[in-house]
């Protein structure tokens, strides 16, 4: 940019300049911090796929970087407007909050509602509800198993109880900087906290939070006892705290609160305390989510391990069963049935060893539970039928696969033979055991590879099954459960099997597409773009999916499959992984898309992509409409264009721009001096680019999961918004927002071909996934057959040219002109992949919309 | 059938040495774990390995101390700087003081995997 420098200090020097000279350098400093925030979305959002290794330093550093350029951002929205902006300075330190909480949620409760319906928990909200009810959320509300209904007493309303209670304080006084006092204190410390918390009463609002949650709850399911479980954080997580908490089972709504207030006062045991400062973390700072569930009218329950932890190698599923509530079983206090099962369909049972169960829990009648005989005809039979056992263990193995690690499970059936997942954790397997993986590479060498290195890895993990190859909708009806799917096209239809399925590979598609967002949701392993996929592999085929390696074996490789179950938690589990999304969930929404809406103002930018787009947007009209520049000073150099299309452009001239033929607030095209502006001007206003004939909407285009909060709206019916082009003879920078789409181009056009380049970026957004990455993909293959060096990170693209000869510069500015009207109305043909090729295709054989290009009515 | 190659990974980060430990094992790699760089210490003077992976910044002794210890006991052992403050100049400090390669947080796994493939192949 050292020509833009040097532009600036000549025109600096003319008399009446100095103040457009403060403000435009205000507006490219504006641009390139958005630009710069933008990036790093990008960039973040390619760390969430799985193929990278970060750790809180690099979510930290994220944090601080946004926070810096947004703040830019405001700044230098302010030195343009000469206005301080309390509503967006605001705005900032909100969303910078918001990170921060995110950010230090393993010691501090994010803001939430006191109490949570099951209904609405999943991973995204384990620092809310913890990570035992975040994971019973996935199960019911992605798996779709069956789960107790229920709700959560989340982390900030235990964060209200605790600073109520004064616990909060007397605990960092009680430690001061010692937190590794020795045992005598720390039981000390302990007694005086868990006393002060009993002998507390809870406040009104999470009080009542509960009792409304209770009778919530009593209303819609009839339940009138509820089993009260913990869920703190790092609760099965990096420490597992096994039995360590409290659990009351069969509490009514009298007793609801005192119970709670039991199961969080289990957070200061002294056995508690010391089993986290033995573990490195600060043996008071804890936070509990309960989870308050429906119970169960049990008449068997138990626990089921998807491996046995003594036998790792024999890869079978081990059940322990009892009559009643699993109380007894869980806590290891009484004898029970003991299955063995396969881990495969139809989970043959290899071996059964059934007791004699002369009593069972039950809740009793006034609350609180009971031991009762067990009848006499009962006591020697199975406490599972083979039917009930069957049933258990394929929901324990899609629990397996969802968690993609060997899972603790327990369970219960119901009266009536409903089977009830209670609980579900990784496997605690000895680390001995962790130690000897088999060596893999010794193993995988004796099959044959199908695939390798084709495509892209878009969400990893490892899976074998047999190959299902999808044609068309009715083949997703009735899919075996050992489903590989192998389909040509990523489209988004196949999401409605990927619950079920144990992996999908498909011919076209990328790893930012709507399809590998799905499969990520349910954590199936993807390989997307093979191209040869259906080629390959045909019907029926048992094959091993690696999408951590991206390698397809043909056949069952069991020790690829398995090496992955005796990990101690998925990677989606990590504290950093799921931190980052609840970063980017904070900071990259827009929600601020239309300028002309009243919503469209400073105090309604709920993340840091709203500010900048806001800011932008300010910025822009604030230089367009020569506001604070003294006309009879700095009048002469902005104009408006008119070209007779509805561009609202507003031009701002260094030198040699455009010709100021009269007074007046506009120019026309025949004014232009701007050589690379007129250049660029000539492809966008070629005939046909500028269509504005009718085009058929296809409203679920635009309907996406990063927009489903946003009003749906017709992006043709956006209007059209202000846009800016500094120019001078030589140069042009074009900031234009189409709709929802941001074009940036800087260009210099000279006789001197080393002086020469174009910088071309397009930022998208708006319709769903897999329509995006096609019009990243199309504008791509158009910028690099016409010789641009490019890059972009999901739907942003940037592409650069420089040191070109004139008529090359002409020729590729007409281009770029062209390709930006062709972009106006181009999301809602990418319909599928073949649409992507003819409009490709048709661009570059000159066609000039794409409706010429796909034919589409 | 060539020895099980072995490899040391220090990170005080958890998650760095939860990500590589299966992905390197899976490719054949014999690997140990550490988060306090006292035990790797105390772990090289017990046994030879092949690569060491470490981290830069940690709490003393550092990333530079340990793999000055390393190349000392054990000249054999090949050592990668992985670093989340990367600059110009700690990836000079710390080619300058031994290590063969040094990688900016984050990484991509086949970044530093088809790295430690290639060193440990060299031999």
Redesign the interface.
């Known amino acids: 940019m050292a020509f833009w420098k040097q532009l600036l200090r000549d025109r600096g020097r003319t008399r009446g300049v100095e103040g457009l000279k403060t403000r435009l350098s205000s507006f490219q400093d504006l641009v390139a911090k958005n630009n710069r925030v933008l990036e790093l979305f990008a960039d973040a959002g390619e760390?969430l796929g799985g193929?990278?290794?970060?750790?809180?330093?690099?979510l930290h550093?994220l944090a601080r970087s946004l926070e810096e350029e947004v703040r830019g951002v405001v700044q230098d929205l302010e030195a343009l407007t000469g206005r301080r902006n309390k509503d967006l300075r605001a705005a900032v330190e909100r969303v910078s909050s918001e990170i921060g909480a995110v950010i230090d949620s393993r010691v501090v409760a994010p803001k939430a509602d006191y109490v949570i319906d099951l209904d609405a928990v999943d991973a995204d909200l384990a620092e809310v509800v913890g990570m035992k009810m975040a994971r019973l959320g996935e199960i019911r509300n992605h798996l779709g198993l069956r789960v107790p209904d229920g709700f959560v007493v989340t982390t900030y309303a235990c964060r209200q109880v605790l600073d109520h209670a004064g616990v909060t304080l007397e605990m960092e006084e009680a430690f001061g900087g010692d937190p590794s006092p020795d045992p005598d204190r720390l039981k000390a410390v302990a007694a005086a906290l868990a006393g002060r918390l009993e002998d507390a009463r809870i406040p009104a609002g999470v009080a009542r939070a509960i009792r409304t949650g209770m009778s919530r709850l009593g209303r819609n399911t009839r339940c009138r006892k509820v089993a009260v479980r913990s869920s703190a954080l790092g609760e099965d997580g990096?420490l597992s705290f096994a039995g360590k908490y409290r659990t009351v089972l069969g509490v009514t709504a009298a007793e609801l609160t005192a119970a709670y207030r039991q199961v969080i006062s289990s957070l200061y045991t002294h056995e508690v305390m010391r089993y986290r400062m033995d573990r490195g973390a600060h043996p008071g700072r804890g936070l509990m989510a309960v989870g308050c569930l429906c119970m169960v009218r049990a008449k068997a329950a138990g626990v089921l391990y998807t491996l046995d932890p003594s036998r790792v190698d024999e890869k079978v599923v081990v059940v322990s069963a009892v009559r009643g509530l699993g109380k007894a079983v869980v806590e290891g206090v009484s004898v029970a049935d003991r299955f063995v099962v396969a881990r495969d369909a139809p989970y043959d049972v290899l071996s059964r060893d059934t007791v004699v169960k002369d009593q069972m829990t039950v809740t009793a009648r006034e609350g609180g539970l009971k031991r009762i005989p067990v009848p006499e005809a009962q006591r020697s039979e199975p406490a599972l039928s083979e039917g009930e056992l069957r049933e258990l263990v394929s929901g324990a193995m899609r629990i397996e696969r969802y968690m993609k690690c060997a899972q603790d499970i327990e369970w219960a059936v119901d009266t009536d033979g409903r089977l009830y997942f209670l609980q579900a954790r990784p496997l605690r397997l000895s680390p001995t055991i962790e130690v000897r993986?088999p060596?893999?590479?010794?193993v995988v060498n004796r099959y044959k590879v199908l695939m390798r290195d084709r495509g892209e890895v878009a969400c990893r993990g490892i899976a074998s099954g047999r190959v299902h190859i999808v044609e068309n909708d009715d083949a997703l009806g009735d899919l075996p459960e050992d489903a590989v799917l192998v389909a040509r096209t990523s489209s988004p239809r196949l999401a409605s099997a990927m619950s079920r399925i144990q992996a999908v590979i498909t011919d076209v598609g990328t790893a930012t597409g709507h399809l590998a967002a799905i499969a990520r949701e349910f954590r199936v392993p993807a390989i997307v773009d093979t191209r040869c996929a259906t080629d390959l592999l045909a019907e029926g085929m048992e094959v091993t999916v690696d999408a951590?390696?991206n390698r397809v074996y043909e056949g069952r490789v069991d020790e690829?499959v398995h090496?992955?179950l005796l990990?101690?938690s998925a990677?989606e589990d990590?504290?950093?992984y799921r931190l980052l999304r609840g970063i980017l969930g904070k900071a990259a929404p827009l929600n601020l898309k239309d300028p002309q809406s009243s919503s469209f103002t400073a105090s309604n930018c709920a993340t840091y992509h709203d500010i900048i787009r806001y800011a932008h947007e300010k910025a822009v009209e604030e230089l367009s409409s020569g506001r604070r520049m003294n006309p009879s000073r700095n009048g002469r150099f902005v104009r408006r264009l008119e070209l007779g299309i509805p561009l609202d452009l507003v031009m701002i001239d260094l030198g040699g721009g455009f010709r100021k033929r009269d007074k007046g607030r506009s120019v026309g095209p025949g004014d232009l001096t701007s050589k690379p502006l007129c250049a660029l001007l000539d492809g966008l206003m070629t005939e046909g680019v500028w269509a504005t004939g009718p085009a058929d909407m296809d409203l679920d285009g635009f309907m996406s999961s990063a927009t489903r909060a946003a009003p749906l709206s017709n992006p043709l019916a956006a209007r059209v918004e202000h846009n800016l082009a500094i120019v001078s003879e030589s140069y042009l920078n074009l900031s234009l927002h189409l709709g929802y789409h941001f074009n940036i181009v800087d260009a210099h056009l000279t006789d001197r071909r080393d002086e020469n380049y174009i910088y071309f970026r397009f930022a998208g957004g708006v319709t769903e996934m897999a329509r995006r990455a096609r019009r990243a993909t199309l504008l791509k293959r158009i910028l690099v057959a016409n010789d641009f060096v490019v890059e972009g990170r999901q739907d942003l693209v940037i592409g650069r040219i420089k040191k070109v000869p004139t008529d090359v510069m002409k020729n590729r500015l007409r281009i770029i002109g062209r390709l930006v009207g062709f972009t106006r109305q181009l999301d809602i043909h990418l319909r599928d992949d073949d649409a992507l090729e003819r409009c490709v295709n048709g661009f570059l054989e000159g066609r000039n919309s794409p409706l010429d290009c796909t034919g589409a009515s | 059938?060539n020895a099980?190659k072995k490899v040391l990974v220090l990170?005080d980060?958890?998650?760095?040495c939860?990500?590589?430990k299966?992905?390197l094992?899976?490719?054949?790699f014999y690997v140990e774990t550490f988060n306090e760089s006292q035990e790797v210490i105390d772990r090289v003077t017990e046994e030879n390995f092949d690569v060491l992976v470490t981290d830069l910044k940690m709490k003393k002794p550092d990333g530079i101390e340990v793999m000055k210890y390393v190349n000392e006991k054990s000249p054999g052992t090949k050592v990668i700087i992985i670093t989340?403050?990367a600059t110009e100049e700690t990836a000079r400090e710390a080619l300058s003081s031994g290590a063969v390669d040094f990688i900016a947080?984050?990484?991509?796994?086949?970044q530093?995997r088809d790295l430690i493939v290639k060193i440990t192949g060299d031999e």
């Open positions: 760390k193929e990278y290794v970060f750790d809180i330093q690099y550093g990096d993986q060596d893999l590479s010794g951590e390696e690829l090496s992955q990990r101690r990677f990590a504290a950093e | 059938m099980m990170d980060e958890p998650i760095v939860e990500r590589l299966p992905a094992e899976k490719i054949g989340g403050f947080k984050p990484f991509k796994i086949s530093l």
